[in-house]
């Protein structure tokens, strides 16, 4: 194969890398053992979710494992480490189909951008390869030891295994119906837990019991949701509590700087910026007598 041959800058301290590398290892480590519940639903979502699967990979507990073997390695061979920190250097050195983007006033706009034009143009540019990377999928079914005296419980689903086609906002209110009339009173007013997490994603849809001093009855009171809601009626002015509380989520305003960086972002993801008036139209339409139906999707 290519053989790259990389000169180290003569200012290359490794005992300052080595620093930074064990400063980065600790700080992660401490934010990990913190909310180790955020790694147990990142890992969930990675199993059907490729973007997720790579941010997490990158980002959270195999980051930290690849960490402590970069630590190990800058002991017994500093130098092969460096080198590749400089091709990794080289590789983000890169302008091309670089996105800059900014909000703000027409006049610190127009600062901006010649300050970014600058930069940009000062990138090397060659052409971007699309990588292909085997990155590994979490389990179906795993357990995280971390340094907590605590549990957090999750279970998750796509919208598909769940026998729905796709996320609908409906969904919103009728979690948060489940959490109130079940799940609070029995994992925190039963069982002791400090708080439940239930909510949906675009993804899927998640149960969290969070500082949790139980496992068996958790998942026990999972499985009996299905049954608990498909006996449940509830009266319309009660779904529409609700109701409302989800849609004012979604009709609240960001502020004029957070809009415009959301609306930047919608359009680099390609997604509609109309969405959210979809979702609130979706939640207008949820019936008191629609709740039970949803019984099946727990069940799956």
């Known amino acids: ?5 990389i000169e180290l800058k ?3 301290d490794p005992q300052r890398v080595l620093e930074a590398v064990t400063a980065r290892k ?9 909310n180790i519940y955020a790694s147990q639903l990142y890992r969930a979502q990675s199993i059907s979710n490729p973007g997720t699967r790579a941010y997490t990979y990158m980002t959270d507990i195999d980051y930290y494992l690849f960490l402590e073997q970069v630590e190990a390695a800058m002991e017994t061979d500093p130098t092969a480490v460096l080198a590749a920190l400089q091709m990794v250097q080289q590789l983000v050195n890169n302008g091309s189909g670089a996105i800059s983007a900014f909000a703000g006033s027409t006049q610190s706009a127009q600062n901006h951008r010649a300050i970014a034009d600058a930069f940009i143009a000062g990138l090397n540019t060659r052409e971007v390869v699309t990588a292909v990377y085997d990155i590994p999928v979490p389990s179906r079914a795993e357990g995280i030891v971390a340094d907590s005296s605590v549990q957090y419980n999750l279970i ?3 919208w598909e295994e769940m026998g729905l086609e796709e996320f609908n906002a409906s969904f919103d209110a009728v979690s948060a119906l489940v959490s109130d009339t079940f799940l ?6 039963q069982y002791g837990a400090y708080g439940v997490l239930h909510a949906a994603t675009e993804d899927g849809v998640y149960l969290l019991s969070y500082r949790d001093p139980n496992v068996m009855e958790t998942f026990s009171v999972y499985a009996q949701l299905p049954t608990l809601l498909g006996e449940l009626t509830v009266d319309q002015a009660t779904l ?4 409302l509380s989800s ?3 979604y009709a609240q305003s960001a502020g004029e700087l957070a809009g415009a960086s959301n609306a930047i972002f919608t359009v680099i993801a390609g997604d509609d910026q109309a969405q959210p008036l979809e979702w609130m139209r979706q939640l207008k ?12 999707a727990y069940a799956n």
Request: no cysteine.
């Open 184 to 189: 609070i009173p029995l994992l925190r007013d």
């Open 156 to 158: 998750y689903a796509t």
């Open 1 to 5: 194969g290519m053989r790259v041959v």
């Open 240 to 243: 529409d509590g609700y109701i």
């Open 10 to 12: 003569r200012d290359t």
């Open 247 to 249: 849609y004012a989520y």
């Open 26 to 34: 600790t700080a992660l480590k401490s934010s990990l053992t913190s």
């Open 285 to 296: 339409g949820v019936k008191a007598e629609d709740v039970a139906q949803y019984a099946a």
